[in-house]
């Protein structure tokens, strides 16, 4: 390619691609690269006639195939800071917007959230070809440019770095996009309201979905992404620091680990086998081989045809089992706890992801307390039944009625997270261990923040005899549970866990409404792709 | 169940499991139960007779319920040393081993891989009934014990705990063995060659993975897979130190990752899907997507049926993806300091654990140079033609070959850790970028320990018009990889990256065999269970 090639681009409306397939594609590129080089020669001829005395100073570098080992820092582009004046520095960013002005050309150059204003002006640096140049880049397309850092005297408002610009004096493409984007990164950060009473686009959840590479580099998706590497690094670090284990549990596994329904098959050589739904039984084998405390974080599986906004087919558990001495409610103020560390860290550590996101999904600040606020089941119901809800007492949540409590919590309590103790027995899995002071009610717990389940525990039923009844009750087959079951034969310590949804702490943590938005590629009984 | 049923309970020889259905279990353990009534109804006779002083300070606990929150701090054995002399504690822990002497019983109690004395001998606090219900407790049974720390004037060299032992005063089971053990742990960390030797017992490999949960009590395999969450804590705490944002990639795809071979399909919902065997693509795309350096650590899958020493169909991938400036050895020497960080780490923080493991499979310390050596692929050809190897200058490495190349590398550099660069473009993935000097060559690496292929990387074609090309050359059906390819269409930088197999570093760091000793659970053609 030459440096020519990218005159010939200019910026088209965004449309939908193309559907056809590559090979059409292909053939159509190949014409529009035989006509770029026709005017490309024109372009010569013409420019031949004016010396450009610039002509070293820019143009389309081939392609980076490690063919030197350049000695040349590159600056980030949230390092341009007013310290760094009248400095002459290297950076690689993208061209977010261009915007050309009679002899000038202004940029602004974004890497990851972080912008900057360039400006590419005719004059001992620049010639009228280097800027016209610079204006027919394509947005998107990957630049370096060697600039000297100025000071301006009036805060640049629409940039991330607001007190410098760059004025460039050599331009050259590491990486051209395609001049029609599938989706404006302007439109799919604007806030849903925004765009309807100004008559200016934002872009639906398909679109988004369909071309999530260029979704996922709007400051909001940076933000929540790299929110969401924080819950899980808070998680694992607060959990080492308390003496946990990490441990990695089979995915494909030989029998439905929660029963059958609800559970994807897969071809195993001449057999077939399963998708765990969760790493429960590993889990709770890894406490009965000693590991005392132990957590996993990886995906899990549900073949569960709901198309909500809070499911997924495959997600990923942040999970949590442990041993105690004599009651798990030792269980639950660990993993509480661990909420709580993750809570102060997201809150102290990632204020500005919180900010960038709050700019296009407005939210409250997360609220919680200390201690966690602990509710048994029954006093839940009696707050929904004072409310107007007609329930049975061994009736389990609905979604509508989980998010009606979550909002009498908060009025009550002035918290967005909240412990629900002592389910219905009758709701909840074969391990449960039971209340031992009522039969109708168990050891176990759900987890709430802003009013949606983000985590289901309990204690565990860690004898034999009782799990195979409790089993034997639900209609489990026995012989498909056999090592798990088998496993608490030879001494098993009492211990509880829970297991919790990654993307919809999330979601939750900063007021999102959809798990898709939490998800990098998200998995629904729709989309597979891409 | 009341304190006499244990006391009918004796030691047994091991025996296989019965492979009868549990039904049949049941109703033989209801049996043994009556049979176990009456003898208790004996017994009860009998010492009815002599008056039990002690009968309140021994016994068999009713199941751990939650009963009650019970303010008793349980020493941990780990932390019984001399300057605990004369306290009077109480501990939780397995019955290790025990052995009546007349008037006293000597148990061993452990506790992960930590060991201690302790003695119940008829006096003050012991009836003869208490040590005789002592006495007959099952091994690996949980018991808490009330007890004082007395210092010893011998090193009992047995434990770990060497310079103290316990009085016991009171103890009580928690959760009762079955007597018949499926494997002895003590056999189950006999060095191999001991076994055969003296005429003593080892384990194989199928009985220690049929009954994962008892292997994976031993000192050894608590070491293994302490040490392996070490590995996977020193992965991420040093590439979340060098800036990298951990991602979360879907496992089920619409379409073969890594062409067509060696997948699973998965059933999903109306259509069908495969098991991810990489994260490749979609880490790929989070480089496309600006996040620049990212890592992922997650299950991948491969329906290969190998039944070798080293694969698995499901292993835990260490995975890293990395934008570079202008040559790819930058991501080079991020991956190798990676990887002698972790060394480092396992090395200065875990030496009890390594020491253990090789207690029972010795091997020679781990050496690492600094930096990494790097070896061209064609100077490992010369040096393996040079020891008699004769192979053609694209083919790839066989096994044997590797290793070899280990042995030689290792005599000439004495490093355990090696890369070697610049592979066959012919013997590498479609998305790898070629050589810009010599088009049978390719940017792309592999890295070895202890002789052994450890992690594949290359750079990676970023540009959708050649990756086009690269993919139709392989016969990867482009329609199939479009969401991908088109990744690349709107500006991509230049990046490299690699996986690393967690359970081959875990494997080759400690010198040992085979791989299913450093997966929990681990799955291969013929194994699903436990």
Known sequence: MTKENVQGASEEEPQGQSKKGLKKQQKEAEKAAKKAEKQAKLADQQEADEDDFAKDRYGVCPMVQSQQKLDRALVRVQDLTPEKAEQQIWVRARIHTSRAKGKQCFLVLRHQQFTVQALIAVGDHASKQMVKFAANLTKESIIDVEAVVKKVDQKIESCSQQDVELHVERIFVISQSEPRLPLQLEDAVRPEGDGDEEGRATVNQDTRLDNRVIDLRTTTSQAIFRL????????????????????????????????????????????????????????????????????????????????????????????????????????????????????????????????????????????????????????????????????????????????????????????????????????????????????????????????????????????????????????????????????????????????????????????????RQTSMFPRDPKRLTP
Chains 1, 2 share one sequence.
Not at 233 to 261: H, M, Y
Request: glycine share 6%; hydrophobic share 35%.
């Open 228 to 515: 969401q590497s924080g819950v899980c690094q808070l998680f694992r670090d607060t959990l080492i620091n308390k003496g946990f284990v990490e441990i990695q549990t089979p995915k494909i596994i030989s029998a439905a680990s929660e029963g059958g329904a609800n559970v994807f098959t897969v071809s195993y050589f001449k057999t077939s086998a399963y998708l765990a739904q969760s790493p429960q039984l590993y889990k709770q084998m890894c406490i009965c081989a000693d590991f005392d405390k132990v957590f996993c974080v990886g995906p899990v599986f549900r073949a569960e045809d709901s198309n909500t906004h809070r499911h997924l087919t495959e997600f990923v558990g942040l999970d949590i089992e442990m041993a105690f001495n004599y009651h798990y409610h030792e269980v639950v103020d660990y993993i509480t706890d661990t909420m709580v560390q993750i809570f102060k860290g997201l809150h102290d550590r990632f204020q500005t992801e919180i900010q960038t996101v709050n700019k296009q999904y407005p939210s409250e600040p997360f609220k919680f307390l200390e201690p966690t606020l602990r509710l048994e089941y029954k006093e839940g119901l009696a707050m929904l039944k004072a409310a107007g809800v007609e329930m049975g007492d061994e009736d389990d949540l609905s979604t509508p009625n989980e998010k009606l409590l979550g909002r009498l919590v908060k009025e009550k309590y002035d918290t967005d997270f909240y412990v629900l103790d002592k389910y219905p027995l009758a709701v909840r899995p074969f391990y449960t261990m039971p209340d031992p002071n009522n039969p109708k009610y168990s050891n176990s717990y759900d987890m709430f923040m802003r009013g949606e389940e983000i985590l289901s525990g309990a204690q565990r039923v860690h004898d034999a005899q009782l799990l195979t009844e409790r089993a034997m009750h639900h209609g489990i087959d026995l012989e498909k549970i056999k090592a798990y079951i088998d496993s608490f034969r030879y001494g098993a310590p009492p211990h509880a866990g829970g297991g919790i949804g990654l993307e919809r702490v999330t979601m939750l943590y900063l007021g999102l409404h959809n798990i």
